[in-house]
């Protein structure tokens, strides 16, 4: 069974960092794409960056130049250090592997950024 576990959210003033962890289990980690995802109240779930297998990045022009997305294969994890928050960035964060319909799993907990003076 596929698991994804997020964490290190958290409430930051704007203008600070999170760094925001996934831990997969279930699968053969170093062979997927991942992606970092997230839902703020009333929108759609988005995504907001890409990983490759080869460790190649992408992400969504909203966050580009502020977060910045790594994997590690050895601990099967995902990161997202984010800097330069803005309140607009106030969702619930999810990881998942990018798919064609959209992702491929099901949903873990997600882990909650609030950004607020």
């Known amino acids: 069974q596929v698991q994804f576990v997020e964490s290190g959210g958290g409430l930051v003033q704007p203008g600070g960092s999170l760094r925001l962890s996934c831990a997969a289990s279930?699968?053969?980690?170093?062979?997927?794409?991942m992606g970092w995802y997230r839902q703020a109240p009333g929108k759609q779930r988005e995504l907001v960056a890409t990983?490759?297998?080869?460790?190649?990045?992408n992400s969504a022009d909203s966050v580009k130049g502020r977060f910045t997305i790594s994997r590690d294969n050895a601990k099967n994890t995902v990161y997202l250090q984010m800097n330069s928050l803005k309140p607009e960035d106030t969702a619930v964060y999810y990881c998942?592997?990018?798919?064609?319909?959209?992702?491929?799993?099901?949903w873990g907990q997600g882990t909650q950024v609030t950004v607020s003076s």
């Open positions: 990983i490759t297998t080869g460790s190649s990045t």
């Open positions: 279930g699968i053969r980690f170093s062979r997927y794409v």
């Open positions: 998942n592997v990018p798919s064609g319909i959209g992702y491929l799993y099901s």
